[in-house]
């Protein structure tokens, strides 16, 4: 009897030594992660922002150029997501990663030099090769903007659906804590590095900024893959990685698809789309990336409707970054309630909050000050959003009223309603994408995580594209509400998708009896059920009270 109690505390004791140091591992790694993140999303934001007047300086007459640089790289990301992702199932983490991240900095520091030298010479080129030389720039650096976001698409993949799963192991817990704080460094350098690009524009010009940006990512690119390396060499777990295919039937399948002349790429999207639309979490994502086909966020359609209604440029700023704090706090709020309520409850308590606040935007069309008219479609003869976008001027009316006139408040409550709809929605939306990623996370085999969240990233693009061809379609202000109503109707078929993804897991959306308990506590069938708790609570005491005796009588 001594002998098995010493073996129990022995191994107790071992048990805890391992607890111990994997709590010492969990907790060494993350701020590197964190870290990482950071130059990642800092980089992105401040090229996405510049790229986009980079574009608009080559082309200032309008913004078909621009709308051609957004449209191609979306439809990149469409195209060849799946197959980023079946890519990296196929390959070692830090080589999939050590490849993305070197293509996508050395694809971003070359374009922002050749658009940099483009505008600082373009006064040297003759006039004759003017057209044609404006032309070859914009199709290079649309380009290799292209790749750099597919390289940004696959770098993400493997930081935040592969790595960081790893790295919390079956801890849960930290992966929602790790995944909040993620999205919080996003949100804020989404608010803070599109200001410092533009600091960088008012003072250095587009030529000298374009060499900063390719500075920077050079910088950028010998941090991140140190950190990425350290974060390797901490955790062993990331250089076991489960491979779907074995090298001898990757050889047979290659040799195969030369045989029968077949593009890879293509064929290796079809198979991950097939992939994507059998599994599970299949409802849930399609879910998250109904949110993406909506005017109702912060986006360029939005600021430009915005301007139209006379709100000033200043105040529009002010605005943009509330709407990240409110983000942020649905971010740090969303670890809270997946602990106390579960995930996939935290799913839909974020869905609901989400359409309850737009419920604001889609009252604003038939508000005093609301542009709605929808004779346009017949009639026509307004200024589009489109023109809105690339516009400087502010309305005359944003300068002579004031807040404390009452007519400011029945000349923008329309506006207002709507802004304040879309910055409160904040705090719903992130909780669903965070909720979702987690999903994405937990839910998909290591095999095909790759290749799932690849299509995933497509299919947020593709309804994202969905979008801006609405706009197309209807540019006009008095238009507007139409997107909006159509906004609405994918954000609640969004939810519906999401609410089937939860009752297939968890049996049901609410548990009616415990809704009729609280509200009908005297009923019979309540009564019964509280004795029927009362025995088996008797039953449970008094068996662990025989088990407690015959342990200490042995």
């Known amino acids: 009897m001594a002998v098995e109690v010493t073996e129990e505390e022995g191994k107790m004791i071992e048990k805890e030594e391992k607890g111990l140091e994997d709590v010492k591992t969990k907790d060494g790694a993350p701020w590197r992660v964190y870290c990482a993140h950071a130059l990642s999303t800092w980089g992105d934001n401040m090229w996405w922002f510049a790229g986009g007047c980079y574009m608009l300086e080559l082309h200032k007459e309008s913004l078909r150029l621009t709308a051609t640089y957004g449209l191609v790289i979306a439809a990149s990301v469409i195209l060849f997501g799946a197959s980023v992702g079946r890519w990296i199932d196929k390959t070692r983490r830090l080589t999939a990663a050590k490849t993305f991240l070197t293509i996508q900095n050395t694809a971003v520091s070359i374009c922002a030099l050749l658009l940099a030298g483009f505008i600082a010479y373009k006064d040297d080129i003759d006039e004759a090769n003017l057209t044609l030389v404006t032309g070859a720039v914009s199709v290079g650096a649309i380009i290799l903007a292209s790749i750099a976001r597919l390289a940004s698409s696959g770098t993400n993949i493997i930081i935040q659906k592969d790595w960081i799963v790893v790295i919390a192991g079956d801890d849960t817990d930290l992966l929602a ?82 045989e029968k002349g077949e593009t890879n790429a293509f064929r290796e999207a079809y198979e991950g789309w097939k992939t994507y639309m059998k599994h599970p979490v299949m409802k849930a994502g399609v879910g998250l990336a109904c949110l993406f086909m909506t005017v109702l966020g912060f986006d360029n359609i939005t600021y430009g409707y915005c301007l139209m209604q006379g709100v000033p440029h200043a105040a529009l700023g002010v605005l943009v970054g509330i709407s990240a704090l409110v983000g942020v706090a649905g971010s740090l709020a969303y670890p809270i309630l997946r602990r106390r309520v579960g995930i996939e409850r935290t ?48 309305a005359e009316v944003t300068t ?33 994408d965070l909720t979702v990623n987690q999903l994405l996370q937990e839910k998909v085999a290591e095999d095909v995580r790759g290749v799932v969240n690849g299509v995933q990233d497509s299919l947020n693009n593709t309804l994202d594209l969905a979008k801006c061809i609405l706009v197309i379609l209807l540019p006009a202000q008095e238009t507007f509400a139409l997107l909006i109503f159509a906004s ?10 999401y609410a089937l993804y939860s009752r297939s897991q968890r049996g049901h959306l609410f548990h009616f009896c415990r809704l009729v308990s609280v509200i009908l506590p005297d009923t019979p069938s309540q009564k019964r059920k509280e004795e029927q708790d009362q025995i088996q609570n008797k039953e449970e005491t008094m068996k662990m009270v025989k088990d407690m005796e015959e342990k200490l009588y042995v």
């Open 177 to 258: 804590k790790m995944n909040s704080i993620l999205r919080t460094i996003e949100l804020t350098t989404y608010m803070l590095a599109p200001a410092a690009a533009g600091q960088l524009f008012t003072f250095f010009g587009f030529g000298w900024t374009g060499v900063f940006i390719a500075g920077w990512n050079i910088i950028s690119v010998c941090l991140e893959y140190l950190l990425l390396a350290l974060i390797y060499k901490k955790h062993p777990a990331l250089a076991m990685k489960k491979i779907q295919l074995s090298e001898a039937e990757s050889q047979e399948q290659a040799l195969d698809n030369e």
């Open 347 to 394: 799913g839909l308590i974020g869905m609901f909050l989400l359409i309850s606040c737009s419920t604001l935007a889609v009252i604003s069309p038939f508000l005093p000050g609301s542009p709605m008219d929808l004779t346009y479609l017949t009639h026509g003869g307004s200024t589009n959003i489109l023109d809105a976008m690339n516009s400087t001027d502010e």
């Open 400 to 432: 002579e009223r004031n807040w404390t006139d009452p007519e400011f408040w029945v000349t923008y409550a329309s506006v207002l309603v709507f802004l304040t709809g879309i910055i409160l929605a904040r705090f719903g939306l992130w909780i669903v």
């Open 488 to 497: 609405f109707i994918s954000i609640n078929f969004g939810w519906f998708m």
